[in-house]
C-alpha cells in the first residue's frame, strides 16, 4: 500500500511575528458613548417611572419595578460622580 503525502492545511502560512498592540480607533472605536449612555439611562427609568401608574393587582410587579429603578438611579449616580472624578476625559 503506497502512501501519499498529503500537504497540511496552514503549512504554507508565514511565521508568527510579534504582535503588534491594536488601537480601538483601528477599529471604529472612538470614545464611551457616556452621552447616549446616561440619557438612555434616565429615559429608562423614566419609563419604569411610568410604569408605576398602571394596575397591579398584587405588590410583586411594584416591587420590581422598584428595584430595578433603584438599581438604575445607583448606577446612574455612580457614572456621574466616575464621570466628575476622573482624572482624564
Not at 508568527?16 to 480607533?25: G, L, N
Amino acid at each position: 500500500m503506497a502512501t501519499e503525502s498529503h500537504p497540511i492545511a496552514g503549512t504554507d502560512v508565514e511565521p508568527a511575528r510579534a504582535h503588534e498592540h491594536e488601537r480601538p480607533e483601528d477599529w471604529g472605536w472612538h470614545h464611551e458613548f457616556a452621552t447616549g449612555r446616561q440619557v438612555g439611562g434616565w429615559l429608562t427609568f423614566l419609563i419604569l417611572l411610568a410604569l408605576l401608574t398602571t394596575t397591579h393587582y398584587n405588590g410583586a410587579g411594584a416591587v420590581a419595578i422598584i428595584s430595578f429603578m433603584v438599581v438604575l438611579l445607583i448606577g446612574l449616580v455612580w457614572d456621574i460622580r466616575r464621570r466628575r472624578t476622573q482624572w482624564r476625559s
